[in-house]
Nanobody, 124 residues
Framework: QVQLHESGGGLVQVGDSLRLSCACS????????MGWFRQAPGAEREFVAA????????WYGNSVKDRFHISLDNSKNTIYLEMNTLKPEDTGVYYC?????????????????WGQGTRVTVSS
């Protein structure tokens, strides 16, 4: 059974940095795609970032590129989302997602596995 477990969320101030983690169990995604999505209150789930080819290729949503960085530690079967220069609009629940295939995925429907989410609140 595949399980994804996010951690690292919390309450931070504008301009702060935060690192989220997603631990994967039940299978390895080293040859697949892992991604992060977020959902703000009252909004639809939004693509944040994804990574594949064992960490060699990554891509980002327009609202976070140049501020966020996704990475993969194959030895720990864990992905990370380093978030810098946080803004109030980055507030939301952040979800980790996985697809065992290496695809350039940005849509929710392209991911097969999901974590329960970790909440990030950026206070001004």
């Amino acid at each position: 059974q595949v399980q994804l477990h996010e951690s690292g969320g919390g309450l931070v101030q504008v301009g702060d940095s935060l690192r989220l983690s997603c631990a994967c169990s039940g299978r390895t995604f080293s040859t697949g795609t892992m991604g992060w999505f977020r959902q703000a209150p009252g909004a639809e789930r939004e693509f944040v970032a994804a990574i594949w080819e064992g960490g060699e290729v990554d891509w980002y949503g327009n609202s976070v590129k140049d501020r966020f960085h996704i990475s993969l530690d194959n030895s720990k079967n864990t992905i990370y989302l380093e978030m810098n220069t946080l803004k109030p609009e980055d507030t939301g629940v952040y979800y980790c997602a996985g697809n065992p295939r290496p695809i350039h995925a940005r849509r929710e429907s392209e991911y097969d596995y999901w974590g329960q989410g970790t909440r990030v609140t950026v206070s001004s």
